[in-house]
């Protein structure tokens, strides 16, 4: 099993910035592409950003030159640098990651969400 652990939310005044982080552990064997989706109120989860192992790095146009996802293999850790932020970025923000455990002596590949943390941008 793997956990996924989001920490670096709360309260920031619009043009401000946050670092978000999340961290995996567990029974990780290789981790292949990671995300970070958002949900605000009363509105569908929808993709930030993602990053492949690799390293090829996807935005969504609301986000793009405001916000970076960057990983630290070494770490399995992700992150997402968030600047000149605007109240219509106020939402929970989770991590993604598919995920290559150990298992009875093979592997099995699975899609991971971790809990989310919330992110507020307010004056």
């Known amino acids: 099993q793997v956990q996924l652990v989001e920490s670096g939310g709360g309260l920031v005044q619009p043009g401000g910035s946050l670092r978000l982080s999340c961290t995996a552990s567990g029974s990780i064997y290789s981790m292949y592409e990671m995300g970070w989706y958002r949900q605000a109120p009363g509105k569908q989860r929808e993709l930030v950003a993602t990053?492949?192992?690799?390293?090829?790095?996807k935005y969504a146009d609301s986000v793009k030159g405001r916000f970076t996802i960057s990983r630290d293999s070494a770490k399995n850790t992700m992150y997402l640098q968030m600047n000149s932020l605007k109240p219509e970025d106020t939402a929970v923000y989770c991590c993604?990651?598919?995920?290559?455990?150990?298992?009875?002596?093979?592997?099995?590949?699975?899609?991971?969400w971790g809990q989310g943390t919330q992110v507020t941008v307010s004056s």
């Open positions: 990053i492949t192992s690799g390293g090829n790095r």
């Open positions: 993604n990651a598919d995920v290559a455990t150990t298992y009875a002596g093979g592997l099995r590949r699975n899609d991971f």
